[in-house]
């Protein structure tokens, strides 16, 4: 009878999750699964996080935010998604690859993973940065080279860090459940350091959730650790990309919110950096703004380039200036002030060429054409700067597929 009572409790504590082999929170529920998938990844899953506090965020009327290609499949064909929601991609060999800790690679503003870290040249050579784009990225050279590797999908492609932050969080753990790890890196992605950074930093809504305590390493490509100003310091040249009246669909927020094109006024509050008329499309890009004027100046260059940056009416144009925008939302410095733990060893990497096809580049300074190099390299609150980089022949859309990029994510990984 004893041999069989110790076998019980062995049994019982095999059945009980260790820390390490937690389940799934009960807060997230798995809504689908497509196994049927382009690019090269294996699977994908849509969550729905249930937790209070998740909203249905603005999406601009046109259209241009909406969900597209397979995406829109997988979020069970709604064009504009609740934020709750959000999309786990499989790589190839995600469970059987021999590398132990995974790797969750977080995309960017306007982006997905397919075309961040998977098929760079799906929306041609803007989506790429190159004039000829490759056809694989970060996710092949990285699953290739041994790592399980998974991509988060988001609902909303500009939308607020803080709830994206959350949704980073929910596939640490979903990974963990599924392998059986303590922690995974994270790699994060011009506005996706944005989400991985604040996640390991409990940067976080009033009703989110801390960090858990289970990222090992955190690699920043062309983040803005520092914050960046390029939309008001080129107003001019960057609102002709999106205003539709001037010839522009580009969905990215704008400095103005009125603007004359070809001698015709228009009013596009939906653009607006702030909330404005009931609108707010772009909160994940307002909460990464910083002032540069001090250290690059502002390009004068550009018509009305002061009230574009300092607010006001200009000759074409009328918006609130930077320092509004910051106001409404920025979180560069609570970000820095929160710090990213020392017990997660981060990496900065920055690209050093200002050449994205397609876009007005920054000039102001040395940058990868959006984000300055000093921004992307900024280790203010950072407790363990374990690396550092600068791939002088990558520009800012280069980041996920740039040969020298993949290798050096792939020798910090480890």
Same mark, same amino acid.
């Given at each position: 009878?004893?041999?069989?009572? /110790?076998?019980?409790?062995?049994?019982?504590?095999?059945?009980?999750?260790?820390?390490?082999?937690?389940?799934?929170?009960?807060?997230?529920?798995?809504?689908?699964?497509? /196994?049927?998938?382009?690019?090269?990844?294996?699977?994908?899953?849509?969550?729905?996080?249930?937790?209070?506090?998740?909203? +249905?965020?603005?999406?601009?009327?046109?259209?241009?935010?909406? +969900?597209?290609?397979?995406?829109?499949?997988?979020?069970?064909?709604?064009?504009?998604?609740? #934020?709750?929601?959000?999309?786990?991609?499989?790589?190839?060999?995600?469970?059987?690859?021999? =590398?132990?800790?995974?790797?969750?690679?977080?995309?960017?503003?306007?982006?997905?993973?397919?075309?961040?870290?998977?098929?760079?040249?799906?929306?041609?050579?803007?989506?790429?940065?190159?004039?000829?784009?490759?056809? /694989?990225?970060?996710?092949?050279?990285?699953?290739?080279?041994?790592?399980?590797?998974?991509?988060?999908?988001?609902?909303?492609?500009?939308?607020?860090?803080?709830?994206?932050? +959350?949704?980073?969080?929910?596939?640490?753990?979903?990974? =963990? %459940? =599924?392998?059986?790890?303590?922690?995974?890196?994270?790699?994060?992605?011009?506005?996706?350091?944005?989400?991985?950074?604040?996640?390991?930093?409990?940067?976080?809504?009033?009703?989110?959730?801390?960090?858990?305590?289970?990222? !090992?390493?955190?690699?920043?490509?062309?983040?803005?650790?520092?914050?960046?100003?390029?939309?008001?310091?080129?107003?001019?040249?960057?609102?002709?990309?999106?205003? #539709?009246?001037?010839?522009?669909?580009?969905?990215?927020?704008?400095?103005?919110?009125?603007?004359?094109?070809?001698?015709?006024?228009?009013?596009?509050?939906?653009?607006?950096?702030?909330?404005?008329?009931?609108?707010?499309?772009?909160?994940?890009?307002?909460?990464?703004?910083?002032?540069?004027?001090?250290?690059?100046?502002?390009?004068?260059?550009?018509?009305?380039?002061?009230?574009?940056?300092?607010?006001?009416?200009?000759?074409?144009?009328?918006?609130?200036?930077?320092?509004?925008?910051?106001?409404?939302? %920025?979180?560069?410095? !609570?970000? !820095?002030?929160?710090?990213?733990?020392?017990?997660?060893? /981060?990496?900065?990497?920055?690209?050093?060429?200002?050449?994205?096809?397609?876009?007005?580049?920054?000039?102001?300074?040395?940058?990868?054409?959006?984000?300055?190099? %000093?921004?992307?390299? #900024?280790?203010?609150?950072?407790?363990?700067?374990?690396?550092?980089?600068?791939?002088?022949?990558?520009?800012?859309?280069?980041?996920?597929?740039?040969?020298?990029?993949?290798?050096?994510?792939?020798?910090?990984?480890?």
């Amino acid at each position: 009878m004893r041999c069989l009572w /110790t076998v019980a409790v062995m049994l019982a504590a095999l059945l009980v999750p260790t820390a390490a082999q937690a389940a799934t929170p009960s807060y997230l529920t798995l809504e689908a699964t497509y /196994t049927s998938v382009a690019n090269g990844w294996s699977s994908v899953e849509r969550y729905l996080d249930t937790t209070p506090g998740f909203t +249905q965020e603005s999406y601009p009327p046109d259209g241009r935010g909406d +969900q597209d290609g397979q995406r829109l499949t997988f979020f069970g064909g709604v064009k504009r998604p609740f #934020s709750g929601r959000f999309l786990l991609y499989h790589a190839p060999g995600w469970n059987t690859n021999p =590398k132990t800790t995974p790797v969750l690679l977080v995309h960017g503003a306007n982006d997905n993973p397919d075309r961040a870290w998977a098929n760079p040249g799906e929306s041609g050579g803007f989506g790429c940065g190159a004039s000829s784009c490759p056809s /694989t990225g970060m996710m092949q050279h990285l699953a290739n080279a041994g790592y399980r590797v998974f991509a988060i999908g988001f609902a909303h492609k500009e939308g607020d860090n803080l709830m994206q932050a +959350q949704e980073v969080g929910d596939a640490v753990s979903i990974i =963990k %459940s =599924k392998l059986g790890v303590p922690a995974v890196d994270l790699v994060g992605w011009s506005k996706g350091m944005m989400s991985a950074r604040m996640y390991a930093s409990s940067v976080k809504p009033s009703w989110g959730r801390p960090y858990a305590g289970d990222v !090992r390493k955190l690699i920043t490509l062309g983040g803005p650790n520092g914050g960046y100003d390029y939309p008001f310091a080129h107003g001019w040249a960057h609102d002709f990309s999106i205003w #539709s009246e001037c010839g522009g669909g580009v969905n990215s927020p704008a400095p103005h919110t009125h603007m004359t094109c070809y001698g015709l006024d228009a009013y596009h509050p939906e653009f607006s950096f702030v909330p404005v008329g009931g609108f707010d499309c772009y909160p994940g890009q307002r909460q990464m703004l910083a002032r540069f004027d001090g250290a690059y100046g502002v390009d004068q260059t550009q018509q009305d380039w002061y009230t574009t940056y300092y607010g006001g009416q200009g000759f074409y144009t009328s918006g609130p200036g930077i320092q509004a925008a910051i106001d409404a939302g %920025s979180l560069i410095s !609570r970000i !820095r002030q929160a710090g990213v733990p020392a017990s997660v060893a /981060t990496y900065l990497l920055a690209g050093g060429s200002p050449s994205v096809v397609g876009i007005y580049n920054e000039n102001r300074g040395p940058s990868d054409g959006v984000v300055f190099v %000093s921004s992307a390299l #900024s280790t203010a609150g950072v407790g363990t700067v374990a690396g550092t980089a600068l791939v002088a022949g990558a520009n800012h859309l280069q980041l996920g597929w740039y040969p020298a990029v993949e290798s050096q994510v792939a020798s910090w990984l480890g």
